[in-house]
């Protein structure tokens, strides 16, 4: 289920639509204002380049945060895998309390600790199997952080509909492949048939 409802979405590309139709003088300056006014949502946005700033600065912060907190702690390996688990599961509501209770919309705060939890998890997960899973196997923590990123990356995507973050899973997907395949050309194969299996099923779902 998305955070953001269909007809939210939706009014908020036709915005979009009818601001460039009134600029381009396709629509008449009142005309504009009247259809925008019937489907203006309450959701706060700010422009591109503000976008960016805040998602660097939220994510940077949040990231410091942790480790600081992991630094002054001194942590072992795996509590310190345990907490950055901990801290994308919280990141990830953060996100969603900015959605919900803040009702920001594309504004970089809440994109910065949305993807953050991906990182988080993934990275905490990797760390925290590093020298105690199944003890043995040098890539096998590797892989579970990649995966476990991708399945975090794919959550966010579903719940956010952030499209750069399911870029970011089939990234992983490719990254994946050259770790599980032992072979250069089985590396390549096997990416390829997983990225391809992913058009498809996006495919499908579209």
């Not at 979405?9 to 259809?35: C, K």
């Not at 040098?138 to 956010?160: D, E, K, M, Q």
Request: glycine letters at 8%.
């Amino acid at each position: 289920m998305r955070a953001y409802a269909d007809s939210d979405e939706s009014n908020i590309f036709l915005e979009r639509q009818i601001r460039e139709w009134t600029q381009s003088g396709l629509l008449e300056p009142s005309q504009g204002a009247s259809l925008v006014s019937e489907v203006r949502v309450e959701f706060r946005r700010t422009s591109i380049y503000l976008r960016v700033v805040l998602f660097i600065f939220s994510l940077l912060i949040s990231a410091a945060a942790v480790a600081l907190v992991a630094a002054s702690s001194h942590l072992d390996d795996k509590t310190a895998g345990v907490l950055c688990v901990i801290s994308g599961i919280v990141t990830f509501f953060m996100a969603e309390v900015l959605v919900r209770e803040f009702h920001f919309y594309r504004f970089g705060v809440e994109e910065g600790v949305a993807v953050l939890s991906a990182i988080f998890i993934s990275i905490g997960i990797g760390i925290a199997t590093g020298l105690t899973f199944f003890g043995h196997g040098a890539n096998t923590p590797l892989v579970l952080g990649i995966t476990t990123g991708i399945v975090v990356s794919l959550a966010v995507y579903l719940r956010f509909g952030f499209l750069y973050v399911a870029a970011f899973a089939l990234v992983g997907l490719g990254l994946l492949a050259f770790q599980i395949a032992s072979t250069e050309a089985g590396k390549i194969g096997l990416a390829a048939a997983m990225l391809l299996a992913a058009a498809v099923i996006a495919r499908i779902l579209r």
